[in-house]
């Protein structure tokens, strides 16, 4: 693949900038015009569909380099869970209401289409996992999957664990 023009690039790396320059939670338009940037540029559309949705900086790196034509840094897993920085009890605790709290209207929401209930024939909706909300930090839900609250789906989808045993952080 040619590199896209001067221009193009340039857009490419100011958008990027801004993004990181950004908090989460004001970044959303700046990560749709970058979408639409890679698009212009030329970029696989489900690559771009992965690193939008994931919203991860390392990954976004990566994909400049690729789209100046230049060779990708190498991808580094995350950090074990033993060298991660200790999350705040109280955020773990308000990041899983939040994520309970959502999954919930994600299932209101699901049950309230056409073709759910026994009138209809169709089968309930359950939704089994989701990806959290970008407003917490990944670490507090990376920490949240590894103290046993919720379970890694992939892609970066999260599931609640059924347990009801009382766990105190």
Do not use: C
Not at 80 to 99: G, Q, S
């Amino acid at each position: 693949m040619a590199p896209p023009p001067e221009s193009l690039l340039a857009e490419i790396a100011a958008k990027a900038q801004a993004i990181e320059t950004s908090d989460a939670a004001t970044a959303g338009p700046h990560w749709g015009a970058l979408h639409k940037l890679l698009l212009k540029a030329k970029v696989d559309p489900k690559a771009i569909m992965r690193l939008v949705a994931s919203r991860d900086l390392a990954d976004l790196h990566r994909t400049l380099s690729l789209v100046r034509g230049e060779e990708p840094p190498a991808t580094i897993d995350a950090p074990p869970a033993a060298t991660r920085k200790a999350v705040d009890p109280a955020a773990m605790h308000h990041a899983m209401k939040i994520f309970r709290r959502r999954v919930k209207f994600a299932q209101l929401d699901a049950e309230s289409k056409l073709g759910v209930g026994p009138m209809s024939g169709g089968a309930n909706h359950r939704i089994q996992s989701m990806v959290p909300p970008r407003e917490i930090p990944i670490e507090v839900w990376e920490a949240l999957a590894d103290a046993g609250k919720l379970r890694r789906e992939g892609d970066g989808f999260y599931a609640i664990v059924d347990d009801n045993s009382d766990v105190h952080w």
